[in-house]
């Protein structure tokens, strides 16, 4: 009796390990990095970019102990110290060949809404 249980169970986990693994997407394209550098007030500064299928995600310098802001400029997220000017943005967009430019309403129209929200 207990044999067949075992064996029943190992069944069990086989058809399942296989039903996981037909349901994955083989279409799907894997995500893509890219490093670069940039220099800002005499730094260098990093730039990394995720491209996964349309949508890229770029962070720029150190995000973990700054305060950020974030930017959307058509399928490009931008993750930005919120020190750091337009003219470093777009330099670090250019950086990793990207054709997309934050303007400078986009730019201060996230920058108000950080300023609103810090000063409450």
Not at 15 to 27: H, P, Q
Not at 35 to 58: D, L, M, P, W
Not at 90 to 107: G, I, V
Request: glycine content about 4%; aromatic content about 10%; overall charge neutral.
């Amino acid at each position: 009796m207990k044999l067949k249980t075992v064996f029943l169970s190992a069944l069990v986990a086989t058809s399942a390990l296989v039903s996981f693994n037909a349901n994955a997407n083989v279409n799907s394209n894997p995500a893509t990095y890219e490093t670069t550098t940039i220099a800002v007030a005499g730094e260098n500064v990093k730039v990394e970019s995720r491209t996964n299928g349309n949508n890229v995600q770029v962070v720029i310098g150190d995000t973990k102990d700054v305060f950020t802001s974030y930017y959307q400029v058509n399928n490009v997220g931008v993750l930005a110290p919120s020190f750091y000017n337009v003219n470093v943005i777009n330099e670090a967009l250019a950086s990793l060949h990207l054709d997309a430019r934050l303007s400078s309403a986009q730019y201060y129209n996230v920058q108000y809404n950080y300023d609103a929200d810090r000063n409450k």
